[in-house]
């Protein structure tokens, strides 16, 4: 099985798919790094890996859009109660990997995937590595 993940550096986001990008592990942590061997010959005394940064893995789920979801981003959903068409409820909050499960992370509640069955609305609006003003209690409603 293939671990996708992506890490932001400078602004800009690096992805694992990219053959010229790794992942290796530091120190327990893991890194997308890029490998200097696939530009050039490891000339002697060089390193052979460049550090991108931490690696942010995919959770296999896209949002409304087809948008891929990683662990940081921030979703916004629109929530349905079962059996009632009317009675919906508005949440955003943070992916995170919680107790063997992707949830999503709010100010008030902890959605485990599971239940996002019941969303018929999703987007990805913001990562909390380059946005994380958008998470405060003000944008839940």
Known sequence: MNIKCRALHNGEWYYSDDEAYLLKEFDGVLFLVEDNDFYRAVESGN???TKIGKAILYTGLT????VEIYEGDIVKVILQQQNSPYNTSNHIGSVVYQDFEWVIETTTHDWPVASWKCVFESKVIGNI???PELISADNEN
């Open 129 to 131: 590595c380059a946005n």
């Open 47 to 49: 390193e052979r890996f």
């Open 63 to 66: 949002d409304r859009n087809g």
